[in-house]
T-cell receptor
Framework: LAKTTQPISMDSYEGQEVNITCSHN???????ITWYQQFPSQGPRFIIQ???TKVTNEVASLFIPADRKSSTLSLPRVSLSDTAVYYC?????????????FGAGTQVVVTP | EAQVTQNPRYLITVTGKKLTVTCSQN?????MSWYRQDPGLGLRQIYY???????DKGDVPEGYKVSRKEKRNFPLILESPSPNQTSLYFC??????????????FGPGTRLTVL
């Protein structure tokens, strides 16, 4: 399984852009990159997924460079309600189909 | 409403007393999975199921059993719970195939305490 590494925590102020970079050096050709958000005492919630280049939805953007060994989740103009843990996952579409590794995630704290 | 439900939401039990945590989804998902979450360790996968009667081990299967007799249900069974199984448990489900597999839908969680 592709191991991911992301910062343990990040602090931000309201209105700023938050960028969380995830390293996944041994990502395989067909693997996808996904990100989840988790609030305390709730189940994780899917945010975004991508394979290469850039993906944007109403919540976030995901930037993936050409070598795909890392990815960056960008949260534009964060608010207090964006305080959560963010998980980067590499989803394998061939080997180890079914196994998902979430890791420890990045705690993002947004303050006024 | 499309959702994953878990029961019970909270459970306090004693060592060795068999228990079952139920998980049910109403989205006709093929894939279902169980995770446990402990402070500082993130979510760790216990078991997963690709479809009815098809289950496989995740990263931390010891001490747990699962079954998938129906598509919508995926119960987690602790035959002889021990204090190190005190944790927050999440069930998740998704479609298989293509990018749909990447979007897991999670239940609200079950907080289990084993004394």
């Amino acid at each position: 399984l592709a191991k991911t590494t992301q910062p343990i925590s990040m602090d931000s102020y309201e209105g700023q852009e938050v960028n969380i970079t995830c390293s996944h050096n041994n990502i395989a050709t067909n693997d996808y990159i996904t990100w989840y958000q988790q609030f305390p005492s709730q189940g994780p919630r899917f945010i975004i997924q991508g394979y290469k280049t850039k993906v944007t939805n109403e919540v976030a953007s995901l930037f993936i460079p050409a070598d795909r060994k890392s990815s960056t989740l960008s949260l534009p103009r964060v608010s207090l309600s964006d305080t959560a843990v963010y998980y980067c996952l590499v989803v394998m579409t061939t080997d180890s189909w079914g196994k998902l590794q979430f890791g420890a995630g990045t705690q993002v704290v947004v303050t006024p | 409403e499309a959702q994953v439900t878990q029961n019970p939401r909270y459970l306090i039990t004693v060592t060795g007393k068999k228990l079952t945590v139920t998980c049910s989804q109403n989205m006709n998902h093929e894939y279902m999975s169980w995770y446990r979450q402990d402070p500082g360790l993130g979510l760790r996968q216990i078991y997963y199921s690709m479809n009815v009667e098809v289950t496989d081990k995740g990263d931390v299967p010891e001490g747990y059993k699962v079954s998938r007799k129906e598509k919508r249900n995926f119960p987690l069974i602790l035959e002889s719970p021990s204090p190190n199984q005190t944790s927050l448990y999440f069930c998740a489900s998704s479609f298989l195939g293509g990018e749909s597999y990447n979007e897991q839908f999670f239940g609200p969680g079950t907080r289990l305490t084993v004394l």
